[in-house]
């Protein structure tokens, strides 16, 4: 559905993207996660058509995205500051939702109107955060685009929302499978409900694995220090912290049962670390450079 190979991108004399390859190519949810200037956002952009790679190859269902309106009967994406026109209304959404989308679920984008108690006859940007990230999750899931691609798609939406959001965008792919990656920096809230994991770093990808893979790693190891030197002497620390003769470490191992006989070997605690941290800690330049 998607096909990124090796590609390149920078702009103001500065690389953003370099030698970046993905590949999708089944329906499925997927998460993309980065820190701040990873790429995420150019990579959206150029997956939409907005710009064009200066080196590479982008495909979206066999076809480049940029400058080819056929593509773009394909596509959706949903900035995280989606620009709507100033005089828009929720019934001017719908309607050139409709108009512009060959797939446009009416049915479905009506019911999300209530569900989030969107006033009709109001303007967009007239609306709170919460009230605009609803109106653009209904332009996004509406559309049921082939690949449908949300930024931050929770922004500003309360607990009892996003709730409606990830119940709404559940059916809505049970309904129409198709490709929907969801650019966020919350992972561990939507973590279950995507099947697969995209981190994105210094401009390549990181990881792209099912997320059952990435949630097994990082494992938190406890007890002596000189316990746990002697468990991790060949292992990748990618944190430690230390409080008298007691040490803490994150290794970047599988959680497992060879690991549970090591740590009881050596008279230590372990436990999963958090995706969040896990994902925080791989990314630090010390230990991935």
Not at 32 to 60: C, E, V, Y
Not at 123 to 134: E, L, N, Q, V
């Amino acid at each position: 559905m998607i096909d990124v190979q090796q590609v390149h991108y920078g702009y103001n004399h500065s690389t953003v993207l370099t030698n970046l390859s993905l590949k999708e190519s089944e329906p499925v949810i997927t998460a993309l996660w980065g820190r701040n200037g990873a790429g995420k956002t150019t990579l959206m952009s150029l997956l939409a058509g907005h710009q064009r790679p200066d080196r590479g190859t982008i495909f979206i269902k066999g076809e480049e995205p940029y400058n080819n309106l056929h593509a773009q009967n394909h596509l959706c994406y949903i900035q995280e500051n989606h620009p709507f026109s100033k005089n828009w209304t929720v019934r001017d959404l719908l309607k050139f939702g409709n108009y512009f989308h060959q797939n446009w679920n009416q049915e479905l984008a009506d019911e999300l109107v209530e569900v989030f108690e969107l006033p009709t006859k109001k303007k967009i940007t007239k609306f709170s955060k919460g009230m605009k990230t609803a109106a653009q999750i209904i332009l996004g899931l509406a559309s049921n685009a082939s690949v449908t691609i949300l930024d931050e798609p929770t922004n500003g939406l309360d607990a009892v929302k996003r709730k409606h959001f990830y119940d709404a965008l559940i059916t809505s792919y049970e309904n129409n499978p198709r490709l929907i990656l969801l650019s966020t920096h919350h992972i561990e809230e939507i973590q279950p409900i995507c099947e697969s994991l995209i981190v994105i770093h210094d401009g390549k990808v990181r990881i792209h694995q099912t997320m059952e893979e990435v949630r097994e790693r990082g494992i938190l190891l406890t007890g002596s220090t000189e316990g746990i030197q002697s468990a991790t002497e060949n292992v990748n620390i990618i944190e430690s912290s230390k409080i008298g003769s007691i040490s803490k470490v994150m290794v970047d191992e599988k959680h497992s049962k060879e690991w549970k006989d090591i740590a009881s070997a050596h008279q230590l605690s372990i436990e999963n670390a958090s995706l969040q941290d896990y994902l925080i800690n791989i990314t630090n330049k010390k230990e991935v450079e």
